[in-house]
């Protein structure tokens, strides 16, 4: 018999975009989230979790939040990822009425992600 892994990864794909959906919806759900999101540097949606017309427009505006080019919202988070050669925004956006628990919880599944995010991309 073939040793048990302690693998927290429930679902995996060989494919870097799928694998990356997958991650980011097991945070989203972790850390209580309504849309997660990754962008390039152009604000162009790479893999995001939540309706899609909110991965969009999350992620159209992150450079410019970003950047400090317009003000953030309270709500939402944004993370710059080192992938190899370039860099991609790892974004996220709360639910209304955040605790001090619930934002605990974000900040432990968007350090999650992060390393999730790095893992994928420098993998692919």
């Known amino acids: 018999m073939a040793p048990e892994h302690n693998d927290r990864r429930r679902r995996r794909s060989p494919d870097p975009l799928v694998a990356l959906h997958y991650q980011l919806s097991s945070v989203r759900k972790d850390g209580a989230l309504d849309t997660v999101v990754v962008a390039d540097g152009s604000g162009v949606v790479v893999a995001g ?5 909110s991965c969009e427009e999350l992620a159209a505006f992150a450079p410019l939040m970003f950047e400090g080019a ?13 992938v190899g050669i370039g860099r991609v925004l790892l974004c996220a956006r709360s639910l209304d009425n955040e605790s001090d628990e619930a934002r605990s ?10 390393q999730g995010i790095s893992r994928i991309l420098q993998a692919a």
């Not at 979790?49 to 017309?53: E, L």
């Not at 974000?106 to 999650?112: G, P, Q, S």
């Open 70 to 82: 317009m003000p953030s919202e309270s709500r939402v988070t944004i993370r710059s990822v080192n």
């Open 49 to 53: 979790a939540g309706s899609w017309a």
């Open 105 to 114: 919880a974000r900040e432990l599944a968007m350090k999650r992600a992060e």
